[in-house]
């Protein structure tokens, strides 16, 4: 597996062990990314759901919504792309912590589209990167996440 290391930085090791346990909807059309997140995260005993498009993906909020923490969701994709279903999931699960991913220079149309409702990650990102953001969107308290 590419991201894994080893020898990460106490910290950042301090906030992956309390997201163990979670459970993350990943969703993206690219089935390496699918399979490289979904694998990185059950390393660190975080539990993936994976969809390959925006469809599947609120098809599987709907029937695991009580027990999902987060959704990790790529921008571009067939069918129903992120951006679509992040405004279909906020309509239906408010409170619903979304990270959105994106080889894409899209930042700003999120943040303006949902503010601090979700968090924009940049692809290609690193493992750290990406414990970094989740760590941030379960721990934020005063935003509607």
Excluded at 20 to 29: A, E, I, M
Excluded at 32 to 51: D, P, Q, W
Excluded at 103 to 114: M, S
Aim: charged share 20%; proline share 3%; with cysteine.
């Amino acid at each position: 597996m590419l991201w894994y290391n080893t020898g990460m930085e106490g910290e950042l090791q301090s906030k992956i062990i309390k997201m163990q346990g979670t459970r993350v909807l990943v969703v993206d059309d690219e089935r390496f990314i699918l399979e490289c997140v979904s694998e990185l995260l059950a390393h660190h005993r975080i539990h993936a759901i994976t969809a390959s498009n925006g469809n599947d993906a609120v098809r599987c909020l709907h029937d695991e919504r009580q027990s999902l923490d987060l959704v990790l969701i790529d921008y571009m994709m067939p069918e129903c792309n992120g951006f679509e279903a992040v405004a279909t999931i906020l309509e239906l699960y408010p409170a619903m912590k979304i990270i959105i991913m994106s080889g894409y220079a899209e930042a700003d149309r999120f943040l303006h589209a949902y503010g601090d409702r979700v968090k924009y990650i940049a692809k290609p990102f690193n493992h750290e990167q990406l414990f970094l953001a989740m760590s941030q969107v379960m721990t934020n308290p005063t935003s509607h996440l």
